[in-house]
């Protein structure tokens, strides 16, 4: 009997690990096998993944171009290296891992 539970816990165990790397595996491959970050003032309008500001639901709901509080994701360290258009006052854009204050929606 206690080898039988034993073996019980132990099959448990293992089955919760690979569940756990399966779902990992899936979120993954989801994003393409890389790890990926979230990238604010890269996004064109309605394009963004998330967070663009006050007023807004969610995905899809940037205003304008570029708009700082909007973010997608990008894979890691890609994010601030993104070559984006000049600003209507001559600032250079760029992309950045924190909201920026720029092209308010």
């Given amino acids: 009997m206690k080898n039988s539970l034993t073996l019980l816990a132990l099959s448990s165990a293992i ?7 399966s ?12 790890v990926k970050e979230k990238c604010y003032g890269v996004s064109k309008a309605g394009k963004n993944d998330c967070a ?31 070559s984006l258009p000049d600003q209507a006052n001559g600032q250079r854009r760029h992309g950045s891992l ?7 929606s």
């Fill in 15 to 21: 089955a919760v690990t690979l569940g756990t790397m």
């Fill in 52 to 82: 663009a500001g006050p007023g807004t639901s969610c995905a899809g709901t940037s205003k304008v171009d570029y708009q700082g509080n909007a973010w997608t994701f990008k894979p890691r360290g890609k994010c601030e290296k993104i």
């Fill in 98 to 104: 924190e909201p920026l204050m720029r092209d308010p």
């Fill in 23 to 34: 779902v990992y595996s899936s979120a993954e491959a989801a994003k393409g096998g890389k």
